[in-house]
């Protein structure tokens, strides 16, 4: 999560969309296929692709309480620095201690549960949680055992906002530009075309690096993107289009 982390600062130090994605590129051919599928989700702004009705159900407050209690921090300290920040993650950087090696109330994290991969799997621990308490003991030990950097966008994904000047159509143009040099068919539109069926970015980044983005389908009971539409002149006409439309 480290690098995922620093990728993230790089593309928030730009304004050009060329080298977010150039970045980001960069990031996906470094790090295994299972962390770049799920990092793509990440840098979409959201812990779970966009088809899940996964959530965590962990509030603003709950994540301010444990900033402030890991950081040792006041109620007035910690606004200070809200208002200084103006972003929750970006507090949590400032303010929460670095990690030291046996330190801390809780067991630490093993080292694989700090890739993307394994962040996401303590979000669905998280999510499946049913009491809030629980859901703070183990926001709790995920904050506690990362460092103030990847804490600051933990808490960013945790709460649905990057803010980093990246949207997914960029996550989409880095997965095109990631491939097309294995893969001349997995163009943007085709990759395009692959999430707006899949409604999952990861899943798209996964058919893109074996080449088969040709394969996406559409899922029952699973959302697809809205498509840009074309006017019709009348029902007739737009039925026209279909051999058997159900409505």
Same mark, same amino acid.
């Given at each position: $999560? !480290?690098?995922?982390?620093?990728?993230?600062?790089?593309?928030a130090?730009? #304004?050009?969309?060329?080298e977010?994605t150039?970045?980001?590129?960069?990031?996906?051919?470094?790090?295994? !296929?299972?962390?770049?599928?799920?990092?793509?989700?990440?840098?979409?702004?959201?812990?779970?692709p966009?088809w899940?009705?996964?959530?965590?159900?962990v509030?603003?407050?709950?994540?301010?309480?444990?900033?402030?209690?890991?950081?040792?921090?006041?109620?007035?300290?910690? #606004?200070?620095?809200?208002?200084k920040?103006?972003?929750?993650?970006?507090?949590?950087?400032?303010?929460?201690?670095?990690?030291?090696?046996?330190?801390?109330?809780?067991?630490?994290?093993?080292?694989?549960?700090?890739?993307p991969?394994?962040?996401?799997?303590?979000?669905?621990?998280?999510?499946a949680?049913?009491?809030?308490?629980?859901k703070a003991?183990?926001?709790?030990?995920?904050?506690?055992d990362?460092?103030?950097?990847?804490?600051?966008?933990?808490?960013k994904?945790?709460?649905?906002?990057l803010?980093?000047?990246?949207?997914?159509?960029?996550?989409?143009?880095?997965?095109?530009?990631?491939?097309? =040099?294995? =893969?001349?068919e #997995?163009?943007?539109?085709?990759?395009?075309?692959?999430?707006?069926?899949?409604?999952?970015?990861?899943? #798209?980044?996964?058919?893109?690096?074996?080449?088969?983005?040709?394969?996406?389908?559409?899922?029952?009971? =699973?959302?697809?993107?809205? $498509?840009?539409?074309?006017?019709?002149?009348?029902?007739?006409?737009?039925?026209?289009?279909f051999?058997?439309?159900?409505?």
């Amino acid at each position: $999560m !480290l690098l995922f982390s620093q990728t993230a600062d790089r593309i928030a130090a730009t #304004t050009k969309k060329l080298e977010k994605t150039a970045i980001l590129a960069e990031y996906f051919r470094s790090v295994p !296929l299972e962390d770049a599928a799920v990092a793509a989700v990440f840098f979409s702004g959201r812990p779970f692709p966009v088809w899940e009705e996964t959530t965590l159900q962990v509030g603003g407050s709950m994540l301010w309480r444990m900033v402030a209690d890991l950081a040792a921090k006041s109620e007035h300290a910690l #606004t200070e620095a809200y208002r200084k920040y103006g972003d929750l993650g970006a507090v949590a950087e400032a303010v929460l201690p670095q990690i030291e090696p046996c330190t801390g109330s809780l067991p630490r994290l093993p080292s694989d549960a700090k890739s993307p991969d394994g962040i996401q799997r303590i979000f669905r621990e998280i999510s499946a949680a049913r009491r809030p308490a629980f859901k703070a003991v183990i926001v709790k030990q995920l904050l506690e055992d990362i460092s103030p950097l990847e804490a600051k966008y933990v808490i960013k994904i945790m709460t649905g906002d990057l803010r980093i000047g990246l949207k997914e159509s960029l996550v989409e143009e880095a997965i095109a530009k990631t491939f097309a =040099h294995r =893969h001349p068919e #997995t163009t943007l539109k085709a990759v395009q075309r692959a999430n707006m069926l899949l409604g999952d970015i990861g899943e #798209t980044l996964k058919l893109a690096a074996e080449g088969r983005l040709g394969e996406a389908k559409m899922r029952l009971f =699973h959302p697809i993107g809205f $498509m840009l539409a074309s006017p019709a002149e009348s029902a007739v006409d737009a039925l026209s289009y279909f051999q058997n439309a159900w409505v």
